[in-house]
């Protein structure tokens, strides 16, 4: 997978906080100056940034699962670390995406941004490839995707994505 600049920044975050898996996300974002509440939200609403003054909160709905909490985290912190000085605010719901700035197409380009970024910070490459090793996953084998899915703390959906991403996948 070629690098971008959200996995590149992902990596360099990681190596400044030095966090082993699963990466306790909220914890990353305190050391970016970023505070994580969690909010009673509509469900359709992943979560949301707001930047005011340079710094950062980020709101997630309390209802919602760990791992999705998880994962809502990591991509309001991409978009806080990314995209700051594009908009000042982030709203994340499914399928809509809400942004007090520019086009639709930025719009669409942040929000890819911002889920490499998280996937990269929940699932780093270099730790999943030394995790996997010679013994590349089948992703249809469900216990064994959940099982490495929980060490991450991620979804076994986000998992799977990830595996075939970095091509760590039988077949
Ligand atoms: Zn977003």
Known sequence: MRDTRASL????ILSRTGSGVPIDVAAVARECGVSVSEEELEDSVSGFLVIRDGRGIIGVNRRHH???KRFTV???????????DDASVFIDSSPVFFRDDTSSEGTRVQEIEAN????????????LRERVGHH???????????????????????LAIRLTRL????G
Not at 9 to 12: E, I, K, L, P, T
Not at 74 to 84: K, M
């Open 167 to 170: 091509d760590l996948i039988t």
């Open 116 to 127: 490499t970024f998280a996937a990269e910070l929940l699932m780093p490459a270099e730790i």
């Open 66 to 68: 760990p791992n999705r």
């Open 9 to 12: 920044r992902a990596r360099d």
């Open 136 to 158: 590349l996953i089948d992703i249809h084998d469900e216990t064994s995707v959940r099982r490495l899915a929980a060490e991450f703390g991620v979804s076994a959906q986000a």
């Open 74 to 84: 990591a991509h309001e912190l991409g978009h806080y670390l990314l995209h700051g």
